[in-house]
């Protein structure tokens, strides 16, 4: 797998049915290396090592009902209280980062109403917190750290 945008971090892998697996520490359970997966294992990393968000907090590709159509988001942080801290749309590292991808994420968060967001192909990553208010996001250098 292609080197990231992320600090080094080290990884359990396995090979099944000449398929290579990588543990997924909030799912328990080794899940098939793909692109995505690469990105997405990363980013709970760095939430975990670099911004200090507690495992209990985070969730990781769960069904989500979305105008009467079901949705999988990526990854999830929750506050304290069970409301939604941060949501990660994590794509493939060939995957271009564009407007349609922000609005995938804006559309889920119209249910789930996360106050900041998270976009990252592991080359690049983009930071938001919502503006429930004027009904946009605003971009940041980089998402807060846990408090």
């Known amino acids: 797998m292609q ?6 971090y080290s990884f359990r892998f ?15 359970k080794f899940v098939v290396l793909t ?3 690469w990105v997405r294992v990363h980013v709970v990393q760095f939430l975990l090592k670099e911004k200090n968000y507690p495992k209990s907090l985070i969730n990781v590709e769960k069904q989500l009902k979305l105008n009467n159509t079901v949705k999988r988001y990526d990854i999830v942080v929750f506050n304290i209280d069970g409301s939604i801290f941060l949501i990660v749309e994590c794509k493939a590292p060939s995957i271009e980062i564009s407007q349609i991808t922000f609005d995938q994420i804006a559309r889920y968060n119209l249910a789930l109403k996360a106050e900041y967001l998270m976009v990252s192909n592991g080359l690049e990553h983009y930071y938001c917190q919502m503006d429930f208010e004027n009904e946009r996001y605003l971009f940041l250098k980089e998402i807060p750290n846990y408090k």
Not at 3 to 8: A, G, H, I
Not at 14 to 28: G, P
């Open 3 to 8: 080197k990231l945008n992320f600090p080094v």
């Open 14 to 28: 396995k090979s099944s049915e000449n398929k290579t697996l990588v543990f997924d520490e909030i799912r328990k």
């Open 35 to 37: 692109p995505e997966e």
